[in-house]
């Protein structure tokens, strides 16, 4: 699929990012891109087998 053949494109994962209590709406892009960053580290972990569902939160100390 390129930029110019009119083709949508579709997130292949559900990303939902809360920034202070506040969800922030994410471009298609930013849904495979943290998606698929976040399944591939969550995959490499030991016993860790097709995830279907993961929460990560993090707190700035």
Do not use: C, S
Request: proline share 7%; net charge negative; aromatic share 4%.
């Amino acid at each position: 699929m390129t930029a110019g053949d009119g083709a949508e494109l579709r997130p292949a994962y559900r990303v939902k990012l809360v920034v202070d209590g506040v969800e922030r709406p994410l471009k298609p892009f930013l849904h495979n891109m943290l998606g698929g960053a976040t399944m591939g580290l969550v995959e490499a972990l030991k016993d860790v087998r097709e995830p279907q569902h993961v929460v990560i939160e993090v707190q700035r100390d």
